[in-house]
């Protein structure tokens, strides 16, 4: 319940068995057809600095009129928290598990990760934007078809603690059926 995702991230990120463990989570994702779709990559430290300059030079090769201070802040982006976890798939086209059900494993495992990392006391936030509309950063850090690169979870400790946004009520996103069976007080009482 006090989740929320932090974008401000500092040191320390988890490592060895702490990071082992909330990996490990992503692993009891449900899995259709016991595909096994994860492939996660970990970028830690010194290995930061290479990740902004494959994003760095992405951002200027799709766009080679990016003035400094555009490629500066696709810099400052990447290096936004210690550690990263880049949360791939290897999807299987023409199977009998259809794509969106693989990729919705790889989705639960990744909330699995985030899940994980809060409650062993970390952050982290999901960012896709250019990292993964851009191919040259998948194939940067190793993903081949039919691997692909879902998203970026940028993982540390958040910098100003945990702070949690506030919530929309409940009631509007949920409903009973048959509206006859209905709780009569809701689901409040
Ligand atoms: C698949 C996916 C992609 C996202 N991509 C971005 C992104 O590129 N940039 C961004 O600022 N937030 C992105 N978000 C939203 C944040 O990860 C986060 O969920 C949001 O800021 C709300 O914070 P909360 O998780 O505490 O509710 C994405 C979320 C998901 C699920």
């Known amino acids: 319940m006090s989740r929320a995702s932090a974008t401000e991230l500092v040191e320390p990120a988890p490592r060895g068995q702490v990071l082992a463990r909330i990996l490990s989570t992503g692993l009891r994702a449900p899995d259709h057809g016991k595909l096994r779709p994860w492939r996660w990559v970990v970028i830690d430290g010194p290995g930061m600095e290479d990740f902004a300059t494959l994003a760095v030079r992405a951002h200027a090769a799709r766009d080679p009129e990016a003035r400094g201070a555009e490629l500066d802040r696709t810099r400052a982006k990447a290096l936004r928290a210690p550690m990263a976890i880049l949360i791939g798939g290897r999807i299987l086209s023409n199977h009998k598990i259809p794509e969106i059900e693989q990729v919705m494993s790889v989705a639960a495992g990744a909330m699995n990760l985030l899940n994980a990392l809060h409650a062993e006391g970390f952050g982290g936030v999901w960012i896709t934007g250019a990292y993964t ?54 689901l409040s009482d």
């Open 133 to 186: 509309a851009d191919p040259a950063i998948a194939a940067g850090v190793g993903f081949e078809p039919p691997e692909r690169l879902f998203g970026v979870l940028f993982v540390g400790t958040p910098e100003d603690g945990f702070r949690a946004p506030p919530r929309p009520e409940l009631d509007p996103f949920v409903r009973h059926w048959p509206p006859h069976r209905a709780p009569a007080g809701g």
